[in-house]
């Protein structure tokens, strides 16, 4: 039933990505405007790392005992997971009801599926308790469906890097405005470390020109990070954060991975700024060990199939800044690993695999079969294949899904470690 429903919200507009909010403005102004009426908003914009910050923040947030709405995307095997209600799994009866109702109040205007979806979970959050509503951006940020929160709580920008480049911007800078466009004045912004320099200056000028208050890395907030656990495969140890005179101690998150202190830290800050205004309690010590998010370096088994002596490990990484974080944990490990990688159409899989090559001993090259409705699906293997020979990758063959040609790596070449990624879409093969 659910499939049936989605099927016929793709079909309400043309593009999959049309960017804009006057469509889903006037939807939600039909519904009664469900979105003034969330419990405080947690408003999360950037390219990497947004997704698990909204999960550690939610971490944050259960250990302190308070209960979250929370919508992301893309989800990995239901599409349901886009929505947690109070902090459990959304059902899809009332996922039905939410987007039948949307469906009908837009009477068949052209709107698309990202609005629709969206609309129906503001509709849903509106109907039930929680503490918090917890928002992540589906691409960009000012004309991005979840920026029609007029006043959130606070907001947060996570690494910006090259993506999504033929709405976003070919320049660095464009695309910080874009992710830029989530802040409001009064309401503090907190802001990741960035890779790129000019993302800090962009999201610094657009930040201050509108009154925002900022809450920077490496300015107002800083990382510091014990030799023990300098490892990303590890995540027992203490990690502290600096803010003013003050740092505190924290346990590391669940989520394997060194970039993942950096967006521990965001969502900390994050929680520092509810309470401060006093939404929340403090962030506890121990509450990122509470985080789920599946398919971000996450360690994986394989049925009938032995595991290597440094695991199969699974990531849905696909652009450059992706690549460039895999490799920093790579380079930690004790022996090359043997990738599995599938791409959509519309990544560059030369900017992502380039920073990976000193690492890989060969990597086999898989297709996506499905992305849900989200975008569309086409065939990537052969421009996969002409970037890795380009960075001198060798190609141990192409197959049809990434599962049976993990198998394939797993049985004929035995490699000590194996990475699977380049797209969340190709992970549900594996949960």
């Given amino acids: 039933m659910l499939a049936q429903v989605l099927d016929e919200l793709v079909q309400l507009h043309p593009k999959r990505v049309d960017l804009s909010l006057g469509r889903i403005k006037g939807l939600l102004a039909r519904l009664g405007h469900p979105q003034e009426a969330l419990p405080p908003v947690v408003h999360i914009a950037g390219t990497n790392g947004k997704g698990s910050s909204l999960a550690l923040t939610d971490g944050l947030l259960r250990a302190a005992g308070l209960r979250a709405h929370a919508y992301t995307s893309p989800h990995l095997v239901h599409f349901s997971e886009?929505?947690?209600?109070?902090?459990?799994?959304?059902?899809?009866?009332?996922?039905?009801?939410?987007?039948?109702?949307?469906?009908?109040?837009?009477?068949?205007?052209?709107?698309?599926?990202f609005e629709i979806v969206t609309a129906a979970a503001f509709l849903l959050f509106s109907r039930h308790r929680?503490?918090?509503?917890?928002?992540?951006?589906?691409?960009?940020?000012?004309?991005?469906?979840?920026?029609?929160?007029t006043r959130p709580a606070v907001t947060a920008i996570t690494c910006i890097s090259f993506d999504h480049t033929e709405y976003l911007g070919t320049t660095i800078t464009a695309i910080a405005r874009e992710k830029a466009g989530i802040m409001r004045p009064d309401v503090p912004c907190v802001i990741a470390p960035q890779r790129f320099a000019g993302a800090r200056t962009s999201l610094t000028r657009y930040g201050q020109k509108i009154g925002a208050p900022l809450d920077r890395a490496g300015q107002e907030w800083s990382i510091h990070i014990p030799d023990d656990i300098s490892d990303a495969s590890k995540t027992s140890g203490v990690w502290q954060l600096q803010s003013g005179h003050r740092r505190r101690d924290f346990a590391s998150p669940s989520l394997a991975g060194r970039h993942q202190l950096d967006n521990a830290a965001t969502a900390v800050r994050i929680v520092d700024h509810l309470h401060a205004a006093g939404l929340t309690p403090p962030p506890g010590p121990d509450g990122l060990a509470r985080a789920v998010w599946p398919g971000r370096l996450q360690r994986i088994t394989l049925a009938q199939s032995?595991?290597?002596?440094?695991?199969?490990?699974?990531?849905?990484?696909?652009?450059?800044?992706?690549?460039?974080?895999?490799?920093?944990?790579?380079?930690?490990?004790?022996?090359?690993?043997?990738?599995?990688?599938?791409m959509l159409t519309t990544k560059d899989p030369?900017?992502?695999?380039?920073?990976?090559?000193?690492?890989?001993?060969?990597?086999?090259?898989?297709?996506?079969l499905d992305t849900g409705g989200d975008e569309a699906v086409g065939d990537s293997r052969d421009a996969i294949t002409a970037a890795a020979r380009a960075l001198g990758i060798e190609v141990l063959g192409q197959w049809?899904?990434?599962?049976?040609?993990?198998?394939?790596?797993?049985?004929?070449?035995?490699?000590?470690?194996?990475?699977?990624?380049?797209?969340?879409?190709?992970?549900?093969?594996?949960?």
Wanted: charged share 20%; aromatic share 4%.
């Fill in 400 to 431: 049809d899904d990434p599962k049976t040609a993990s198998q394939a790596v797993l049985r004929d070449h035995r490699p000590r470690l194996l990475l699977i990624c380049g797209s969340l879409y190709a992970c549900k093969d594996f949960l």
């Fill in 350 to 368: 030369q900017a992502f695999l380039a920073p990976l090559a000193p690492y890989l001993a060969g990597v086999a090259v898989a297709a996506i």
């Fill in 130 to 149: 929680a503490d918090i509503t917890l928002l992540e951006t589906g691409l960009g940020g000012r004309l991005d469906a979840t920026n029609v929160v």
């Fill in 82 to 113: 886009r929505l947690r209600l109070a902090g459990a799994p959304c059902e899809e009866s009332a996922l039905i009801d939410a987007l039948r109702t949307c469906q009908e109040v837009n009477g068949g205007r052209a709107i698309t599926f």
């Fill in 306 to 342: 032995p595991s290597p002596p440094g695991g199969i490990w699974l990531d849905g990484g696909h652009n450059d800044s992706a690549g460039a974080v895999l490799a920093d944990w790579l380079a930690d490990q004790p022996a090359r690993a043997h990738g599995v990688i599938s």
